[in-house]
Every structure is written in C-alpha cells, then in structure tokens.
C-alpha cells in the first residue's frame, strides 16, 4: 500500500484564492489538493488533505495520523505563533514532519518569525508560494521511499 502523507491546513487557509491573493496567490486549497494529489500518485504515494479552522480539530487530526500516516506536511496558519497544543501534539507522531508556510514570514511582521511547530519540524519551508506543498509532497515521498 502507498506511503500516506497528510496534509493539514489551519484557519482561514480555506479562503485561498479568495482574499489576499497578493499574498497568498490565486490558488484554491481544492487546487492545491488536485496538484498533489496527482504528484503524489507519480510518486507512488498517497495524500490526505484536512483543514480547521479550530485548536482542537488539528490536534485531533495530528492524533489520527498515529498510526495512519507516515508523515506530516503542515501550515497550521496563525496557530504555528501561538500553538504549545500543536507543538505538543505533533511530538507524539513519530514520522517526518514538515513545515510549510506560503509566505516568506521572515520579512513580515515580527510576531510571525516565531513558531512553535519549528521545534519539532524536520524541514521548514516559507515564501515557495502554494507550489510549496508539491516541494513538500517531493520532499517526503523521496524521505519516506528511501
Ligand atoms: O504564509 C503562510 O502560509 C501562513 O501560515 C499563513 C497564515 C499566517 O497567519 C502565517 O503567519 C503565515 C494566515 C493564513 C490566512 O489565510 C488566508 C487565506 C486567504 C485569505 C485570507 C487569509
């Protein structure tokens, strides 16, 4: 069976393509979930896409993946500054865990150069845009086929 990757997204990360495309580009979650979900498949291994806008729905999501996935591609949006929850949730998973983010936070407002998942992330991405997730889906199926 193929190696499954999950892909969690948090708040206000269903709006893409919608609001501050200046930023966050013109890309829907729907399309970013389509271009995996095709790349996956030329990889030979298999993703699932959840977002919430909720704490608890991440946490819950990361506690499923126990078990079930064999690595983690997050953008836990706002919840990665202010997340111990989060952090401490994706410290009982045992697999790679990456962190995206689709802006280059670095050059924004200082309250966003700091995150939690950091300390438990394996590789950090930021400013590659939503074509990030594909590098991050790259990145894993290479990590968990080797
Ligand atoms: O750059 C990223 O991917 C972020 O994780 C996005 C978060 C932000 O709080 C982080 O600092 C960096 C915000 C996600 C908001 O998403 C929206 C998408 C479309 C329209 C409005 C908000």
Avoid: W
Wanted: aromatic share 6%.
């Amino acid at each position: 069976m193929s190696k499954l990757i999950y892909i969690l997204n948090g708040p206000n990360l269903n709006l893409l393509g919608q609001r501050q495309v200046d930023i966050y580009g013109g890309e829907t979650l729907e399309d970013i979930t389509r271009d995996c979900t095709a790349l996956a498949d030329e990889l030979g291994v298999a993703i699932e896409q959840f977002q919430s806008n909720h704490e608890g729905g991440l946490v819950d999501v990361i506690h499923q993946a126990r078990g079930q996935a064999a690595g983690i591609i997050i953008n836990a949006a706002a919840y990665t500054h202010t997340s111990v929850a989060i952090l401490d949730a994706l410290n009982t998973f045992e697999g790679p865990v990456v962190e995206l983010h689709i802006s280059q936070v670095h050059k924004r407002e200082e309250f966003r150069h700091h995150s939690y998942i950091a300390q438990r992330a394996d590789a950090v991405m930021a400013g590659f845009g939503t074509y990030g997730y594909q590098l991050a889906v790259r990145h894993l199926a290479k990590l968990l086929k080797a």
